[in-house]
């Protein structure tokens, strides 16, 4: 039988549910209702209950979930119970912010390598992590297993560094330049766009 499709939405509130647990734990918290969990994040129970039962009954009536237990759970879910390489495309002003900014990323999840196709930057260390010239990116992104890419390069060059990506093997991009890409099936692609998002916020003004 084939297994039911999960929604995006669902899965975007995982590692929403996550971060709360895992404060929870660092609080020495053994137990977590849904209503809890509800009141915390601003979510209706019933909704936390039924994204949580996508997975399997993790709960118990009158106790509620085992913190521990659930923030594994949810890690194995979201495959951040392994080790996931992440390479970075871009050692410009952002990339650098998003370079070190891995000194704060958790789960399990590391930018492992970073890539330029300046020359004058190629060779120099950002965050620990020495700069590499584009070419280099499909002998590593093999050598390390990677499956997700960052792209942090200005808009005219990211489509460019989208087919560079996927035709090293990445099927997951993290897309901060301004720009649609265009993927191949089975390539998947989530947009950071500031402007945008500010743009948006601008309407609630």
């Given amino acids: 039988m084939k297994a039911?499709?999960?929604?995006?939405?669902?899965?975007?509130?995982?590692?929403v549910y996550l971060r709360y647990l895992s404060s929870l734990h660092n609080m020495n918290v053994r137990t977590v209702s849904s209503q809890q969990l509800g009141e915390a994040l601003?979510?209706?129970?019933?909704?936390?209950?039924?994204?949580?039962?996508?997975?399997?009954?993790f709960g118990r009536k009158g106790i509620g979930y085992e913190v521990n237990y659930l923030i594994e759970k949810i890690k194995s879910i979201l495959k951040l119970d392994q080790q996931i390489n992440v390479v970075l495309i871009g050692a410009g002003h952002l990339g650098h912010a998003i370079s070190n900014y891995n000194v704060y990323l958790k789960d399990n999840m590391r930018?492992?390598?970073i890539f330029d196709a300046d020359a004058g930057k190629i060779g120099k260390k950002t965050a620990g992590l020495e700069i590499q010239p584009l070419e280099e990116?499909?002998?590593?992104?093999?050598?390390?297993n990677t499956r997700i890419g960052i792209i942090a390069v200005p808009a005219e060059a990211?489509?460019?560094v989208a087919d560079c990506l996927m035709d090293a093997g990445i099927t997951g991009i993290l897309n901060f330049a301004p720009v649609n890409l265009r993927v191949r099936?089975?390539?998947r692609v989530h947009d950071a766009d500031v402007t945008m998002e500010?743009?948006?916020?601008?309407?609630y003004l």
């Fill in 4 to 15: 039911p499709k999960i929604s995006e939405a669902v899965v975007r509130r995982l590692p």
């Fill in 42 to 57: 601003d979510l209706n129970p019933a909704q936390i209950r039924k994204d949580l039962a996508c997975f399997g009954e």
């Fill in 111 to 113: 930018i492992t390598a």
């Fill in 137 to 144: 990116l499909p002998q590593t992104v093999k050598k390390m």
């Fill in 158 to 160: 990211a489509q460019s």
């Fill in 185 to 187: 099936e089975g390539v």
């Fill in 198 to 203: 500010l743009h948006s916020l601008a309407y």
